[in-house]
């Protein structure tokens, strides 16, 4: 177990990516599938050029967490493959790295999709 | 009543009905919602590290995302997980919970249309461009480590 200061921080950098989602969904009125895309892509940017790994070492499940560690591990797991398969490497690497997150979404959806009714939603 | 004092006084009427979005509690509630999960995250993956002290970070990070996807695709089934969402907003988007909530939530609404065309299709309504800008930029990523 971390000491608890270091959960502190977990929480601090896990509140503050969503509170900057949270503020661009009251200024652009922007949609679920942008906002996810949007940080997706601030994630492989951040890994592609080598400052994602500082900022993990430091904030952890803060940024694991949120879809900027899915683009992250994307980019990642690109330039790995590339290292170590060269050009076949452009093509697998980056799904490869997800395909965990990626088969668990898929198919947990599926799974629950099939089994649970959609309620009528109440705002 | 001129019509201009009627328009002004409706106007004012409905402006006291709708509902308004609070900017700075919304913040507040983003930020320890998206806190909490993230904090959930950590903690199941420093138990995974405990009880299998040989396990590559790598995959320990990863079954701590498929556990995170897991419980939100469950709440999502039982309808908890719109609950949450109304008052944490992108405190629940923006973490994995947000991926996987957007493959089950259309998964369940569009069953009624079909297996094929009707859940399996409109799963990926919002992941799919998620799925797909995703593995484009890892290709642009690649193609310049290779080049560079």
């Known amino acids: 177990m971390l000491p608890w200061y270091e959960y502190l921080i977990v929480f601090g950098t896990g509140g503050l ?88 979404a898929i198919g947990f959806g599926f799974l629950f999709g099939s089994l649970f009714k959609a309620k009528t939603k109440k705002f | 009543m001129t019509e201009l004092e009627r328009n ?29 999960i993230c904090v959930i995250g950590q903690l199941f993956n420093d138990m995974l590290l405990s009880i299998f002290p040989t396990m590559a970070t790598q995959s320990a990070w990863t079954l701590t995302l498929i556990f995170l996807i897991f419980v939100a695709s469950f709440l999502t089934g039982l309808g908890v997980f719109d609950k949450i969402a109304v008052y944490a907003g992108a405190g629940t988007i923006i973490p994995i919970t947000g991926f996987s909530n957007s493959i089950a939530s259309p998964a369940m609404e569009f069953k009624n249309e079909g297996i094929v065309f009707g859940m399996c299709a409109k799963m990926f309504v919002i992941a799919g461009p998620v799925i797909v800008f995703g593995t484009v930029a890892s290709i642009i990523v690649g193609l310049i480590y290779l080049l560079v």
């Open chain 1, 17 to 104: 990516i969503c509170m900057i989602g949270q503020i661009l969904v009251i200024t652009t009125k922007i949609t679920t599938a942008r906002i996810l895309v949007l940080f997706e892509l601030i994630g492989c940017f951040l890994a592609a050029i080598n400052i994602y790994e500082p900022i993990s070492a430091f904030a952890k499940a803060g940024i694991n967490v949120p879809i900027v560690g899915f683009g992250a591990s994307l980019a990642k797991g690109a330039i790995n493959a590339v290292k170590a398969q060269g050009i076949l490497g452009i093509f697998t690497g980056g799904i490869a790295s997800v395909a965990g997150g990626l088969a668990a």
């Open chain 2, 8 to 36: 002004e006084r409706y106007n004012k009427y409905v402006e006291a009905k709708i509902a308004k979005t609070h900017a700075w509690p919304s913040l507040f509630n983003a930020f320890c919602f998206g806190g909490i």
